[in-house]
T-cell receptor, first 115, second 116 residues
Framework: AQKVTQAQTEISVVEKEDVTLDCVYETRDTTYYLFWYKQPPSGELVFLIRRNSFDEQNEISGRYSWNFQKSTSSFNFTITASQVVDSAVYFC????????????FGRGTSLIVHP | EPEVTQTPSHQVTQMGQEVILRCVPI?????FYWYRQILGQKVEFLVS????????KSEIFDDQFSVERPDGSNFTLKIRSTKLEDSAMYFCASSAWATAQNTEAFFGQGTRLTVV
């Protein structure tokens, strides 16, 4: 069974602080995919990243970076020098195997960035 | 940039009424999905659709729900007799392929359904 845990319900930071959003997953499959989505106050879901289980390289995209560690079943997301526009709910999601794209979402972490 | 379009953005309906939520997936995509998000909760998978039939569905997707691709562009979710607990944001998504390896799912802006 899949399970995605985002233990942090809400994080509040001041602009320019770095912040890390945690994601821990459970799966018995050796092939799986991990995702992060952003849901701003307007409500839409915005795709941020996909990572497959065979690629443990960390990824950086501008102020965003992701740390994938299979040893701890974690796929954490760091925002460097946070900005008010980063305020949103961030969802981590897991999809197993090569049969279909059906991600299971975590409960989300609400990030509030204060000016 | 191609996008998934959902209409209406907000629908208010009385309990027991039927509603149809509409989605226009990205034109060359072949796989379509519905998710829902009850306010403040996680996004939950409802159903996936390919080649004019349901490929997977969750336990949430019971006989009250149905999906259809009535023409070459629209993908609809019908809720036959709405209940208060159906109030949620409903997201449509589409992808070019089924496997997560080759594609991402593009999500629409969502339709907020309020059942009163």
């Amino acid at each position: 069974a899949q399970k995605v845990t985002q233990a942090q319900t809400e994080i509040s930071v001041v602009e320019k602080e770095d912040v890390t959003l945690d994601c821990v997953y459970e799966t018995r499959d050796t092939t799986y995919y991990l995702f992060w989505y952003k849901q701003p106050p307007s409500g839409e879901l915005v795709f941020l990243i996909r990572r497959n289980s065979f690629d443990e390289q960390n990824e950086i995209s501008g102020r965003y970076s992701w740390n994938f560690q299979k040893s701890t079943s974690s796929f954490n997301f760091t925002i460097t020098a946070s900005q008010v526009v980063d305020s949103a709910v961030y969802f981590c999601a897991l999809s197993e195997g090569a049969g279909s794209y059906i991600p299971t979402f975590g409960r989300g972490t609400s990030l509030i960035v204060h000016p | 940039e191609p996008e998934v379009t959902q209409t209406p953005s907000h629908q208010v309906t009385q309990m027991g009424q039927e509603v149809i939520l509409r989605c226009v997936p990205i034109s060359n995509h072949l796989y379509f999905y519905w998710y829902r998000q009850i306010l403040g909760q996680k996004v939950e998978f409802l159903v996936s659709f390919y080649n004019n039939e349901i490929s997977e569905k969750s336990e949430i997707f019971d006989d009250q729900f149905s999906v259809e691709r009535p023409d070459g562009s629209n993908f609809t979710l019908k809720i036959r007799s709405t209940k208060l607990e159906d109030s949620a944001m409903y997201f449509c998504a589409s992808s070019a392929w089924a496997t997560a390896q080759n594609t991402e799912a593009f999500f629409g802006q969502g339709t907020r359904l309020t059942v009163v």
